[in-house]
């Protein structure tokens, strides 16, 4: 039976495990393998790992570290950052990554969706669509290259279309609630739900389990995603790796 599924972002920039607010001022929390073994402790549904350093350098994905990160992790991966290639999908699969993200390079380009797809299996694609608030209440736009380059396409007309095109998961991150921990975009995300009919993970503003509870209660069997809330401990934001215990889990899938 499907259900909701509870899935740790980690942000890499530089080599290091870091957090953002708004997409800017990374904070270094720690190193992403020694992350990776505290998650596979406490038995996280998924992983997500982004590299946002990958995609604005114009680099190639990091295939050393995606090993050893594969390597490690024993539960699902996912990872993004630098991918413009089915070739380079492909190469990530064959390292053990389950699932592999595009973003900026199927903004600019939505072929390469299908061509993934092609490659890998629609499964194992992921499309992270980066949102961003338009000034004065007039809606949301799609953006690129962590947040600095706006796409002029709108978030819910993009979607539809990834997925006619292939895309097997979509994630939604809010660039507007990133750090906050003040909950999810919940009228957003909820809209999303209605218009595709794939898996969708939402990400950007989880501060508590209660604010998951509530994105379940919206939008039904979705995922969410968190990365300040599983990492920070506090008011003065300690960095203590957290993941909701099985009993706590099973509490909120039953909102």
Known sequence: MLRPRITPCLLVHKGGLVKTVGFSTPKYVGDPINAVKIFNEKEADELVVLDIDATVNGSEPDYDMIRNLANESRMPLCYGGGVKTAEQASRIVSLGVEKVAVSSAAVEDPSLISEVAAQIGRQ????????????????????????????????????????????????????????????????????????????????????????????????????????????????????????????????????
Request: proline fraction near 3%; glycine fraction near 12%; charged fraction near 20%.
């Open 124 to 255: 194992s694609v992921v499309v992270v669509i980066d949102t961003h608030k338009k000034s004065f209440g007039r809606g949301y736009e799609v953006y690129t290259h962590n947040g600095t380059r706006g796409a002029k396409k709108e978030p819910i007309t993009f979607a539809k279309e990834v997925a006619q095109l292939g895309a097997g998961e979509i994630i939604f991150n809010s660039i507007d609630n990133d750090g906050q921990m003040a909950g999810y975009d919940l009228s957003l995300a909820a809209k999303l739900r209605d218009s595709v009919d794939i898996p969708i993970t939402i990400l950007g503003g989880a501060g508590s389990l209660d604010h998951m509870a509530a994105l379940f209660e919206a939008c039904g069997i979705v995922g969410a995603s968190a990365g300040s809330f599983f990492v920070f401990k506090g008011p003065y934001k300690a960095v203590l790796i957290t993941y909701p215990s099985q009993q706590q889990k099973a509490s909120l899938i039953n909102v």
